[in-house]
């Protein structure tokens, strides 16, 4: 899929699309993918999704960029999320590494005190290498995280709102498949449809 719109944090982008080797898996992911799909979204980083070999692999090519380096998931866990993590500035974009991210899902509750631990389970995210689509952008092949697995993770992370604007799009995406469907059947694929694709 090709989409024209601003691309956000343009040179850090192209610099990950031009250096990143083929072997490693990796994708866009967060607010960053919504914007490159044209989400009404403004990143304030760019999030990259990967394996944790993978993050290892991206801070030691970007070695002369790190601003934090990839620590494991143990010394970097959030409430709802975790993974090993690290941190870049490219062009003076903060992009945010995270291998083998996981979710805390079921009856997540914050721990009331410090020596509790929340509730519910840790579930990984879908393998990145078999999971990620490409987006075409500025000529670019950008791997991308599927929307399904966005509004997953937001609404794992308690952002109801933000997961349900992303099924909404799937939700049309879906019916737009089910008009190309009938395409073939004989019926005829409005115009401006065509073109939202």
Not at 16 to 39: I, K, M, Q
Not at 83 to 103: I, P, R, W
Request: with cysteine.
């Amino acid at each position: 899929m090709t989409y024209p719109t601003p691309v956000p944090h343009r040179e850090a982008l192209f610099a990950l699309c031009d250096r990143l080797p083929d072997d490693l898996p990796w994708a866009v992911t967060a607010s960053e993918n919504l914007a490159l799909r044209g989400f009404d979204v403004s990143p304030g980083d760019l999030d990259v999704t990967t394996t944790a070999d993978g993050a290892y692999r991206i801070e030691s090519l970007f070695s002369e960029t790190v601003t934090r380096a990839v620590v494991p998931p143990a010394e970097a866990e959030a409430e709802f999320i975790r993974s090993h993590f690290g941190a870049l500035s490219l062009h003076g974009t903060e992009v945010e590494l995270m291998g083998d991210v996981e979710h805390r899902v079921g009856e997540a509750k914050p721990p009331r005190r410090t020596d509790e631990t929340a509730d519910g389970e840790w579930v990984p995210d879908p393998p990145v290498a078999e999971t990620r689509e490409f987006l075409t952008v500025e000529g670019r092949d950008v791997p991308v995280m599927p929307l399904a697995v966005e509004a997953a993770g937001y609404r794992a992370r308690g952002d109801h709102d933000r997961a349900a604007t992303v099924e909404a799009r799937i939700e049309a995406a879906d019916g737009r498949e089910t008009d190309r469907d009938d395409a073939q059947t004989g019926s005829r694929i409005p115009a401006e449809t065509e073109g939202e694709r």
